[in-house]
Each structure stands twice: as structure tokens, then as C-alpha cells.
């Protein structure tokens, strides 16, 4: 069998496939057109975020038995034409889940401590004590909104605090030791800081808008590690200002590209993002709360882990 991989991982996902005997060529560069010339060469393709994987790329791929996308999601492969077309799909959420939640911990603490704040005061010669008292976790209540294996793996870090966590999720029956399934009614009564675990789909394109943040009966503090586009970014802007929203933390945005990469080359932007950035009570990070040097090898274990247990020349010889 062969397999074309198609974005850099680490390499001991192409060790594994080999040692498998699997024969695996690697093209990091081709386009997406030249690369559709030759797939119907291939078994089995492995994917980041570089091009969406369409019904004009599969229809292609004819021999193609699987896709692996080493991370999260599969938001940019056209799931439901793949499963017609009998192709599996493997992807990896179990590989990052961990460093998404130490990272949304930590984006909380930072927000409630104002560290991002004092750390620029006090480089500049400003020290202010009282204007930067910070705000304790403990005591408060954390709604999760998606608790699937990112939110499950927030949930845990929570632990060693003494707060209440509220989690919502379309699926029932998805509490655990960690939190309390809820109804969207309660979420919005009781909240105090709100973190988002949800993929990209129809349901949740800016499902944070004016009209859902308002429904919050309390002003709060909003975590974003999910997807940019859960959240508008016009409504965010002016619920901050409003103090409806107290600060947020933020590791995806709006208007990152599909591709995940650079989204600050040849982009004009609206006066919305122009205004968030300029905000102190925002933090922001590109897209690396998934993104650490233990994930990086965790995705790649889970998405060989997987494809070996469905495809595995050597049970065959």
C-alpha cells in the first residue's frame, strides 16, 4: 500500500508507516492541482491543514482507502462524500487534548491576573500595584461549551480548584467526575468565565454573537481554543467594550486562513480585529494550544496507532 504525505509531522509517523511496510512518498510543496494528478496512484493520504480535501480531489482518489489528518478536527476534508466513497477517516484529538487544556488554563489565569498587563507596565519602568490586583479562580463558575476530548481534558485541570463546572454539549450524557451536564438556560445563568471546545460546523459558525452573549446573566470571561470562526469578532468587540465581557483569551480568530499559517500575509482586515488587538484585557496567541513539542509527537502515535489497527500490510503477509 501506498500513502503521500502531504504536511510535515514528526517523523516517526513515516518511521512507523515504513517499519509497517507501508511505502510512504512525502510532497510538501506541490499544489493541490498537481497533487490531484497523481493521487489515484495512493492508498491512503496524511494531512494537516494545507488544502481542503473536496469532492473534486476525491473524486481523484480512487484508490484511496483512508485519510489521516494529524490533528483535532476534520473540518477540511468533505467528511460525508469521503464516507460515501468508503474512504476512513482517522484524526487525532486524543494526541493534543492535554496541552489544549494546560493551554486554556493558563490563558485564565493570565486574564485574571493580569499578567500580560503588569508584564508590559513594569518592562516600561511602570509599577502598579493596586491597579493590577488580580482575581481568584476559586469561587467561580466555568462553562464549557463542547465537552468532547478538548473540553473532558479542560475539565481535568480544573480539578485542583475550588470552582463549579457547568459543561453543554449537543450529545447527552457526557458528564463525568469532572462536570455537570447542563442546559443552555442554566450555562447562561451561572457562568462567570466561558470556554469554547467546539469544531467548526454549520451550528457553530459565529454562534458567539450580540444576541448570545447577552443572554449571559452575568458579565464574564470568554476563552476561545476551539475555532476563530465560533466567534464574531464584531460582537466580541463591542461586548468588551460594553464590559459585558470582562476580558478574553483567544488562540484562534476570525480570520486565521484554512491553512492555519500565517494569516498576517497580504490580508486586509476589518476595524473589528483592528480594534481587538489594541485591547488590554485580550490575549491572544496563534493557534498553538494544541501546538507543543509532547503533542507534536502524540498526534502522530494516535494517527499510526489508528491507521495500523484498520491497515496493516504486515498482518497480511
Known sequence: MKILLVDRNHPLLKEGLESAGFEVNENYSASKEDIEKNISDYDGLIIRSRFPIDKSFLDKAVNLKFIGRVGAGLEN?????????????????????????????????????????????????????????????????????????????????????????????????????????????????????????????????????KDFINRFKKDFWLINTARGTVVDTQSLVEALKSGKIKGAGLDVLEYEKSSFENMFENQEFPDAFKELIEMDQVILTPHIAGWTHESKIKLAETILNKILNDFNPLNNE
Open 77 to 209: 476534508i468533505d467528511t460525508d462524500y469521503a464516507q460515501k466513497k468508503g474512504i476512513k477517516l482517522y484524526n487525532a484529538p486524543e494526541g493534543n487534548r492535554n496541552a489544549v487544556g494546560e493551554h486554556t488554563l493558563a490563558l485564565i489565569l493570565n486574564l485574571l491576573n493580569r499578567i500580560n498587563i503588569s508584564d508590559k507596565e513594569v518592562r516600561k519602568g511602570i509599577w502598579k500595584r493596586e491597579e493590577n490586583r488580580g482575581i481568584e479562580l476559586d469561587g467561580k463558575t466555568v462553562g464549557i461549551i463542547g465537552y468532547g476530548n478538548m473540553g473532558k481534558a479542560f475539565a481535568k485541570k480544573l480539578r485542583g480548584f475550588d470552582v463549579e463546572v457547568l459543561a453543554y454539549d449537543i450529545k447527552e450524557n457526557m458528564a463525568d467526575e469532572n462536570a455537570r451536564q447542563v442546559s443552555l438556560s442554566e450555562l447562561f445563568e451561572k457562568t462567570d468565565i466561558l470556554s469554547l471546545h467546539v469544531p467548526h460546523t454549520e451550528q457553530t459558525y459565529k454562534m458567539i454573537n
